[in-house]
């Protein structure tokens, strides 16, 4: 059963958004994704003026996390970046220290996700499956492998290397 909110990506963003959207899709433990999700404009503007950080954009806009997830178990917040030189401009420091202090304020635990750290065998595995989810996507045989992976019927390693159908069967 498709997760809430899970259904749909919003193809604007960035490569490395749409890989984490579909990592977290396929995590058992994520019930439910929201994406760019808005922080409390009160506490980050209280954070901005505690640390001395000029509030991102102005003091009438919040700032957002790239996804925020339900968990089975609680919540968890991901910043994502392309890659790591976003950390060698000050200002995007800045503002990444406040997102994971306004995350640490409430308890929940904050991860900062770079695109070269992502597994991407995995991604592309996951990626490929998931095209099958529904089974009106079903056409072949190999579609069939690719919705009993999505659904978790068939249990393989996604993470080391492509699936290879023809093997499965």
């Given at each position: ?5 899970c ?66 178990d ?17 200002r ?28 991407m ?15 009106k ?18 249990d ?5 290397k ?8």
């Amino acid at each position: 059963r498709p997760k809430p909110h899970c259904a749909l990506f919003h193809h604007g963003s960035s490569s490395c958004q749409k890989y984490i959207w579909y990592l977290l899709r396929f995590d058992d433990e994520i019930e439910d994704i929201y994406e760019q999700y808005p922080l409390d404009l009160e506490i980050t503007l209280e954070l901005s003026r505690k640390y001395g950080i000029l509030h991102p954009k102005n003091t009438f806009t919040p700032m957002t996390t790239d996804f925020f997830g339900k968990k089975k178990d609680g919540y968890a917040a991901y910043s994502v970046k392309n890659d790591r030189s976003v950390l060698d401009k000050r200002r995007n420091v800045e503002k990444l220290f406040l997102e994971k202090m306004y995350w640490d304020q409430l308890g929940i635990e904050f991860h900062l996700v770079f695109k070269e750290d992502l597994n991407m065998t995995l991604v592309n595995n996951i990626m490929d499956v998931v095209t099958c989810y529904d089974p009106k996507n079903i056409f072949d045989q190999f579609d069939k492998i690719r919705y009993k992976i999505a659904h978790k019927m068939i249990d393989i390693d996604l993470e080391s290397k492509p699936i290879n159908y023809r093997q499965i069967m």
